[in-house]
């Protein structure tokens, strides 16, 4: 069965104090790797795609890589904005559906 | 920016409505997908459509129908609500292949009294 792990289920970091978060994955005939942000009480936004073990992408102060077996989601000098909900999501096989991670919940304290 | 709408933020209905959410895209997507999501369990896949009149069973779809008559409009219907339906309903988009990450909309909290 495809399945997607997100570790920690929530992570305290203080402003400034980089960290990773984690997305492992089982899936046979990877499609996508996706990552989004969710506040709460709205709906999820995307951030990245990834495709292929090796891409990395980056936007403001997360990175995200990819391996064979799991992504990272880097957070380099986070600030309080950054605090949400990161969801991971792949798609596999030839099917048109997405397996979610239940979540890293991160909360960053000025 | 491509924009998802749904309905309603909010909704209180009693055990035994029937109900529709109903999900706006506004840029031409082909897929349209409805998750429902709860503490612990994460984003689970009740429907989704991949064309208009076209749909196909997610993980959890007993108790719930959809229906796509027009290509960027996609309804979820509870015909028969339940408490155990109270959750977060979202409603995504895709253009479709390679372009594949979704665009999800506001989501509509639901409670069934």
């Known amino acids: 069965e495809d399945q997607v792990t997100q570790s920690p289920e929530a992570l305290r970091l203080q402003e400034g104090e980089s960290s990773s978060l984690n997305c492992s994955y089982t899936v046979s005939g990877l499609r996508g790797l996706f990552w989004y942000r969710q506040d709460p009480g709205k709906g999820p936004e995307f951030l990245f795609t990834?495709?292929?073990a090796g891409e990395e992408k980056e936007k403001e102060r997360l990175k995200a890589t990819l391996t064979k077996k799991e992504s990272f989601l880097h957070i380099t000098a986070p600030k309080p904005e950054d605090s949400a909900t990161y969801l991971c999501?792949?798609?596999?096989?030839?099917?048109?559906?997405?397996?979610f991670g239940t979540g890293t919940s991160l909360t960053v304290i000025p | 920016d491509v924009k998802v709408t749904q309905s309603s933020r909010y909704l209180v209905k009693r055990t035994g409505e029937k109900v529709f959410l109903e999900c706006v895209q506004d840029?031409?997507?082909?897929?349209m997908f409805w998750y429902r999501q709860d503490p612990g369990l994460g984003l689970r896949l009740i429907y989704f459509s991949y064309d208009v009149k076209m749909k196909e069973k997610g993980d959890i779809p007993e108790g719930y129908s959809v229906s796509r008559e027009k290509k960027e409009r996609f309804s979820l219907i509870l015909e028969s609500a339940s408490t155990n339906q109270t959750s977060m309903y979202l409603c995504?988009?895709?253009?479709?292949?390679?372009?594949?990450?979704?665009?999800f909309g506001p989501g509509t909290r639901l409670t069934v009294l």
């Open positions: 990834l495709y292929s």
């Open positions: 995504a988009s895709t253009p479709g292949w390679p372009y594949n990450e979704q665009f």
């Open positions: 999501a792949v798609q596999a096989g030839t099917g048109n559906q997405f397996y």
């Open positions: 840029m031409d997507h082909e897929n």
